[in-house]
């Protein structure tokens, strides 16, 4: 199957923003493609389909699907399922080619549109509400690690992990460090997954660089309630003289922000391997070529990209030879290494791969 001229619909667990993730990325590289994409939010927006200026073929809208479906018998389930399916269809005026699904929580029984092609698409392990059902029923499941791959193929052979697709950051070649080195941290300070004691034993071990931290801080701009042991991390990050806390970024302040970089920090708790095997962040990162010292992730530790380590002190060392020696780490060569493997994963190759597979 080729991706043009067709009608698509993408369900997504997130609302179209600012910030753009993997899930909005192929939606525009579908509609680049000449297809009617149908981008469709979670509840809480508008259901008149609306189009954003500079962007072809391309609509969004937010839908509110029957309350419980999850907790009825499957065959009412599906039913209700076809109900709202049908409903955005006369909506939108027309009925979907293709179907891809990111989100299993709203429509998870993916064969009710007769004739429509449909993918189901995990890129998270924590998106695991009716993974059974949609991957039982979907024409093709993708997902972005080899721990997702191997639950999907339980219930679908058709079951691939492609990775993640690059959307590469603007970068200018890094030649000379800032007159303090920059470690950037992008990401939510207030999960669970963060390795807290890591972070703060770093910033005040390299007390001699400065720490940017891009991401949610404040317990307003997270979804869920925050832990104690999360916003007491938070204060004591304030109270040290080498940090910066840069609050959520959008983005061309997002793209400058790790673009100012002369070394990334990754640090997750080690015991939650399988859930950051694949972050999305660290695609972005090499993007620039700048060097990253990271815990060990599943999906990168055999491609030599950047320095990885589980062990505190290991880590630690690792952090301390590349902001002691950040020109050997952001040499030339490694830049482009690094800025080669993210060519090789853009958006637009991904969906030139996923249409071999639908072949």
């Not at 060097?291 to 599943?298: G, H, K, Q, R, Y």
Request: glycine share 4%; hydrophobic share 40%.
């Amino acid at each position: 199957m080729n991706f043009e001229e067709k009608i698509i619909w993408i369900i997504s667990p997130e609302p179209w923003a600012e910030q753009l993730l993997s899930k909005h990325h192929y939606a525009l590289e579908l509609a680049r493609r000449g297809n009617d994409v149908v981008f469709i939010e979670p509840p809480g927006g508008s259901a008149e389909p609306r189009t954003i200026e500079g962007i072809e073929n391309l609509r969004i809208m937010s839908w509110h699907p029957f309350k419980g479906l999850r907790k009825l018998p499957a065959i009412i389930a599906k039913q209700l399922q076809r109900r709202e399916l049908i409903k955005i269809a006369s909506i939108t005026k027309g009925k979907p080619d293709i179907i891809w699904s990111f989100d299993n929580s709203r429509f998870f029984d993916l064969n009710v549109i007769k004739g429509a092609t449909s993918i189901h698409h995990v890129v998270d392990l924590n998106q695991d509400f009716e993974w059974k059902r949609a991957a039982a029923t979907a024409d093709l499941c993708l997902c972005t690690t080899r721990f997702i791959e191997e639950r999907l193929k339980e219930k679908n052979e058709r079951s691939f992990n492609i990775g993640h697709g690059c959307n590469a950051i603007p970068a200018p070649e890094w030649t000379n460090p800032h007159p303090r080195t920059r470690v950037v941290y992008s990401g939510n300070l207030l999960i669970e997954l963060l390795d807290r004691e890591r972070v703060l034993n770093a910033v005040k071990r390299f007390h001699y660089a400065d720490f940017h931290f891009a991401g949610v801080h404040e317990a307003g701009d997270f979804m869920k309630k925050p832990s104690q042991a999360a916003l007491n991390f938070v204060e004591e990050l304030k109270t040290l003289p080498n940090v910066t806390l840069l609050g959520p970024l959008q983005g061309r302040a997002y793209h400058e922000c790790l673009a100012s970089a002369d070394v990334f920090m990754v640090a997750y708790q080690t015991d939650e391997y399988e859930q950051v095997a694949n972050p999305h962040k660290i695609c972005e990162f090499l993007s620039t070529g700048r060097v990253i010292v990271s815990n060990i992730l599943d999906s990168y530790w055999q491609l030599e990209l950047f320095e990885m380590a589980d062990e505190e002190a290991v880590w630690m060392t690792l952090m301390e030879q590349a902001l002691n020696d950040t020109a050997s780490f952001n040499s030339l060569e490694l830049q482009a290494k690094r800025r080669a493997f993210c060519d090789d994963r853009s958006y637009k190759q991904q969906v030139d791969y996923i249409e071999e597979l639908l072949q």
